[in-house]
C-alpha cells in the first residue's frame, strides 16, 4: 500500500472569480474561453504550459484535420466555420497556413506552429480573455451537484477561482475527474497509442511530396526488414508552410509489454516522453537512409511534449457512440460536426482508417459536452463523453475547436441561470453558432 500523509488545512486566496473559467488553452479551450467572453462572459482561461495551442502547439501538428470534407473526388466543404475561419484568417495574415492538402483521402490544413502561439495569444486577447499561463487545475470544490471552484498551482502558490460554471477543455478530464465525474480510459482501460511529433528541416520537398503513403510504407518496411525495429511503418510527409521543413506523424509509444502507456499516470507519461525521444532518433535515421528527399534532412524539432491520443472520456447527459459515427447520424441536438474517418493507432505496424462516405457527416449531440451529475460544468475537445471508436473519428483538431464553441457559447447563455448550463435550450444555442458562422449542415 503507498504510505499517505495528511496535508495541513490551509486557506487559500480566491485570485478570481470570472463567470465562466476555461481550463486549458488547446484547440478546444481557446475556442470556448473566446465564445463565452464573445458572449458577453467574463472569461478567464487557465493553460498549464507557457502558451496556448495544446497539442496544436506543444506537440504539432501535420495540420487541422476534420475542417473540410471530400464532396465528391474534387470539391471539398468545410465542415467546421465560427471561430476556426478566424483562426485560419489570422494565420494566412501571417502567411502560415497553406490551402488544404489532400494525402488519398486524408485531408489537412498545414499551419506554422510558432505562428500559432501569437495568433492565438492575439486571438483571446482581441475576445477580452483573461489568461493565466503556467496555472493549473490541481483540485475541485463542490457543493452537492454545483462546482464552486478551482483550485489551483502557480509560481504563486496554491489558490482558488470560483467561477459561475466551469468548461474543463485540459484533453485529460482533469477537472471533471476531481469533481467526481464518471470517465472511461479508452476501451476498457486500454487508449489509444500516442506518438511523439517532430519536424525535420534540409528536405527536398519537390521530391518527398510526391511520394504517396504506400511508397513510404513500403520504404520504411524495407529498413524493418533490414532490422530497424520502427513501432510504425504508415505516415505521410506533412508539408509545412516553411520552405524545406516537413512534419512527421509516424512515431508509436509503447511500454515494454507492447502496449500503449496509461498517460494519466506520472511515471507512464515520464517514461513515454523518453521513448519517444529514442524513436525520433531512430526515424531520423532511417528516413536519411531509406526515403527520397531526406538525404540531408535533420530533425529540427520534437514536440515539447508527447502526443497524447486518448485518455479520460467523461460520461456526459449523452455518449457519442460508433452507431452515430458510422452511420453519419444527424442528432437534432447537434453543436458540431465531423467527417473524419476512424482513425485508431492501435497494435501493430499500421494505423486502421475507415473513412465515411464521400460528402457524409455526423453531428456531435450537446449532451456530449454536458457532465452527468454536474449542474455547472462543460467539457470540450478530446476528453469529451464518447466512446473509444467514436473518439477516434471526433478528437481531431477541427471537430475540437467547434466543441469549444459551442461549449463558450452555451456558458455564456446559461449565466442568466447562474451557470445551470441544462437550462440552455438547444435551439437558442444552435441558432446563436449559426449567427456566428458555426456549420451545423456541412455541405448545405
Ligand atoms: C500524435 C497526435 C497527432 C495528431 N495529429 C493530428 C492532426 O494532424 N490533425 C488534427 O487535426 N488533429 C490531430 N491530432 C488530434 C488533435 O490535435 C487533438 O485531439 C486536439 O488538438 C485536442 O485538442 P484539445 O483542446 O481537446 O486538447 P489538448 O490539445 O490536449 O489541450 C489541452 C490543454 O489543456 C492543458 N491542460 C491539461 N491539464 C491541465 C490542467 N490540469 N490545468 C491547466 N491546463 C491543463 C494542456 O497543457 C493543453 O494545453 C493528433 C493528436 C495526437 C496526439
Known sequence: MTRTIVEPERHVPVLAEPDV?????????????????????????????????????????????????????????????????????????????????????????????????????????????RVMLHTSAVATVTDGARLTAVIVENKGGRAAI?????????????????????F???????????????????????????????????????????????????????MNPLEGVVHLNVTKLANPKGEPFLLVDPEQLSEAERVGRQQVKLY???FRRYVPGFARARVMDIGSRVGVRETRLVRGDSVLTEGHVRNCTKSGDRIACSSWPLELHGQGRDTTWE????????????????????????VAGRNLSAEHTAHASVRVAGPCIAMGEAAGTAAAMSLSAGGAVRSVAVAALQQNLRSEGAILDPGG
Open 21 to 129: 473559467l476555461v481550463v486549458g488553452g488547446g484547440a478546444a479551450g481557446i475556442a470556448a474561453a473566446c465564445a463565452a467572453a464573445r458572449g458577453g462572459a467574463r472569461t478567464m482561461l487557465i493553460e498549464a504550459w507557457g502558451c496556448l495551442g495544446g497539442t496544436l502547439t506543444l506537440v504539432t501538428l501535420g495540420g487541422f484535420c476534420g475542417t473540410h470534407m471530400i464532396v465528391d473526388d474534387e470539391r471539398l466543404a468545410r465542415v467546421v466555420g465560427g471561430l476556426y475561419l478566424e483562426l485560419e484568417d489570422r494565420l494566412a495574415a501571417r502567411d502560415a497556413v497553406l490551402p488544404p492538402q489532400r494525402h488519398g483521402r486524408i485531408l489537412g490544413v498545414p499551419y506554422e506552429s510558432a505562428s500559432l502561439k501569437l495568433v492565438a495569444d492575439e486571438m483571446v486577447a482581441a475576445y477580452g480573455v
Open 162 to 182: 470560483a467561477p459561475r460554471i466551469v468548461i474543463d477543455a485540459s484533453g485529460d478530464a482533469d477537472v471533471a475527474a476531481s469533481a467526481g465525474a464518471d
Open 184 to 238: 472511461a480510459l479508452g476501451d476498457a482501460g486500454t487508449t489509444q497509442y500516442a506518438s511523439t511529433m517532430f519536424r525535420m528541416c534540409g528536405v527536398d520537398t519537390a521530391v518527398a511530396r510526391a511520394l504517396t503513403r504506400p511508397q513510404i510504407r513500403e520504404l520504411l518496411e524495407r529498413a524493418v526488414a533490414d532490422g530497424y525495429a520502427l513501432p510504425r511503418t504508415t505516415t505521410g510527409v506533412h
Open 284 to 286: 531520423e535515421e532511417v
Open 355 to 378: 473513412f465515411l462516405p464521400e460528402g457524409e457527416w455526423y453531428g456531435v449531440p450537446w449532451g456530449c459536452l454536458v457532465v452527468a451529475g454536474l449542474d455547472n460544468l462543460l
